[in-house]
Nanobody
Framework: QVRMVESGGGVVQAGGSLRLSCTAS????????MGWFRQAPGKEREGVSS????????YSADSVKGRFTISRDNAKNTLYLQMNSLKPEDTAMYYC??????????????????WGQGTQVTVSP
């Protein structure tokens, strides 16, 4: 049974940093394309950043490029999202996901089969 558990969310002031973690069980993060999505109230879910299964390629949405970094620790079977220079518009529920397809130009929810339950990030002005 696959389980993915996010942690690291919280409340932070604008300009601050957070690191999200996603620990997986039932799958190995180095065998899947991994990604982070977010969804703010009243908005559609959007892809934030993704990592190819071999760890060589990454994708980041324009809105977070240069501020967020995706990475993984194979030994801990954990995916990370380092978020710096946070802005109020980054406020959302963040979800990690695993799938079989990596697209270097974007992210599609239906490329990902396994999802975590989410962790809330709130950035105050």
């Amino acid at each position: 049974q696959v389980r993915m558990v996010e942690s690291g969310g919280g409340v932070v002031q604008a300009g601050g940093s957070l690191r999200l973690s996603c620990t997986a069980s039932g799958l190995t993060v180095d065998a899947y394309a991994m990604g982070w999505f977010r969804q703010a109230p009243g908005k559609e879910r959007e892809g934030v950043s993704s990592l190819s299964w071999n760890g060589v390629s990454t994708y980041s949405a324009d809105s977070v490029k240069g501020r967020f970094t995706i990475s993984r620790d194979n030994a801990k079977n954990t995916l990370y999202l380092q978020m710096n220079s946070l802005k109020p518009e980054d406020t959302a529920m963040y979800y990690c996901a695993a799938g079989r397809s990596f697209r270097g130009y974007g992210m599609r929810s239906d490329d990902f089969s396994y999802w975590g339950q989410g962790t809330q990030v709130t950035v105050s002005p």
